[in-house]
């Protein structure tokens, strides 16, 4: 299931709705519709941040002209929400716990040992 993706800015929890891609070769920075998926070498960036970007001197700002939209849900993140829900409601199965020597105790995954001096 995909999570809603945040704004990459710091102290910004608003929703992404643009991504950020720099060119290096060419000086310049892309902001775009917001990308498929998260891409580790650009930004996700909400409205605002989209919309007041700026670049170094030097540098051209190409800009998505039209409205940065919220991606809609699709049917593939509809069907991984109830495969993810069929999944939390499947029994998990036992498991056999094996014999333990006597003067055993369980706590959890551990088990204490009794002192093999103290007979």
Excluded: K
Excluded at 16 to 21: D, K, P
Excluded at 75 to 94: K, W, Y
Excluded at 112 to 117: C, I, R, S
């Amino acid at each position: 299931m995909r999570s809603v993706r945040r704004c990459s800015r710091t102290g910004c929890a608003n929703p992404a709705v643009a991504t950020l891609t720099y060119a290096y070769a060419d000086s310049t920075a892309v902001v775009g519709p917001l990308a498929t998926y998260s891409e580790p070498h650009s930004y996700d960036l909400c409205e605002e941040h989209a919309l007041r970007l700026t670049a170094p001197r030097g540098w051209e700002v190409v800009r998505h002209q039209g409205e940065f939209r919220a991606p809609e849900p699709t049917v593939d993140d509809l069907t991984a929400l109830a495969e993810a829900v069929r999944e939390a409601g499947r029994a998990t199965p036992q498991v056999e716990l094996p014999e333990l020597p006597a003067g055993t105790i369980r706590r959890g995954h551990l088990r204490v040992l009794p002192d093999p001096n103290e007979d």
